[in-house]
């Protein structure tokens, strides 16, 4: 029986229900941290050591979960999750995909550039120009959103309506990450769309109890049928364009009816979306993984 290392900093739902789809296709499974994890770089032993796998390399890594940290901290679990895909490891979604679309600058950049419908967004590192920036938006009759580079389920965000709002301008760090907001009516929604290799497999509506739309803040979850081509299209779009093996794509649509790119996320939570899909996501997820996880066609590395 072949064990996958799923890796998460707290299994919880999402861990259980990999656990489970795992299990059904005859896999064992270890849940381990990458704080855990350290690299061996001497003759002999395994260059990559995982707790639970100090003789051998696991059949294949699910990421669940990077924590946080200081830069060399997180470059460190990054070089972890490189150098088992150098390995011949499959890692599910890899690095590389982690690092475009962990960084909201660095995903926007790349949505923009390959065309791919996204509000307008700013990132910068001086404040005077943030805010010459902001007070252009607000007497153009638009409002901002000010994000953390780094974040996640709706956390951190500012909404500025008007120029006594600026008074609060939000940095993280130093850098300034602001997008122009986008109306959708007045009950406040947009989209989340899962996607793995390539094709739509559920989506769902979310309404927000403010004007923030993520099921952490109590946003209510509302099926979405696989029918709108448009939505469904732009979204796998965006994932070909970050070339991510899957991705939960947040898609806002404004009161004209145009769709737009909100965010792309590599490790996405999907509690909210099995809620009221009838599909298992879980096991379409392992299903496409293991379908990855050749280990005849790399060499077995071993301890010796």
Not at 134 to 140: H, I, P, S, T, W
Request: proline share 4%; charged share 25%; glycine share 10%.
């Amino acid at each position: 029986m072949g064990t996958i290392a799923i890796i998460t900093e707290d299994p919880g739902w999402h861990g259980a229900r990999l656990r489970e789809a795992l299990a059904a296709h005859g896999y064992g499974y270890r849940y381990v941290s990458l704080t855990a994890c350290r690299l061996n770089l001497e003759s002999g032993g395994l260059p990559v050591i995982l707790p639970g796998f100090e003789d051998r390399l696991p059949d294949g890594v699910f990421v669940r979960g990077v924590p946080g940290g200081s830069l060399d901290q997180v470059v460190f679990y990054l070089d972890v999750l490189h150098a088992l895909k150098l390995l011949g490891i499959t890692v599910y979604n890899d690095g590389r995909a982690i690092e475009r679309t962990v960084d909201k600058a660095m995903t926007s950049f790349l949505l923009q550039r390959a065309g791919i419908l996204t509000p307008p967004t700013w990132v910068l590192g001086s404040r005077d120009e943030a805010l010459e920036l902001a007070e252009r938006e607000l007497r153009a009759g638009h409002q901002l959103v000010s994000k953390p580079l780094f974040g996640s389920q709706g956390q951190g965000l500012q909404r500025y309506e008007k120029p006594d709002d600026l008074a609060r301008l939000s940095d993280t760090n130093g850098v300034f990450y602001l997008q122009r907001f986008v109306g959708c009516g007045e009950q406040s929604h947009d989209f989340r769309v899962f996607v793995i290799r390539g094709k739509t497999v559920a989506a769902m509506r979310r309404c927000g109890v403010s004007w923030l739309n993520n099921v952490a803040q109590g946003a209510r979850c509302e099926p979405v049928r696989l029918d709108d081509l448009l939505l469904c299209r732009l979204a796998e779009d965006a994932v070909k364009v970050l070339d991510m093996d899957y991705a939960g794509v947040d898609i806002i649509r404004d009161h004209h009816g145009r769709y737009s790119v909100l965010e792309v996320n590599s490790i996405p939570a999907w509690k909210g979306l099995q809620s009221v899909s009838k599909v298992s996501i879980a096991d379409l997820l392992v299903e496409d993984f293991l379908s990855l996880c050749q280990p005849e066609s790399r060499e077995e590395i071993r301890v010796r």
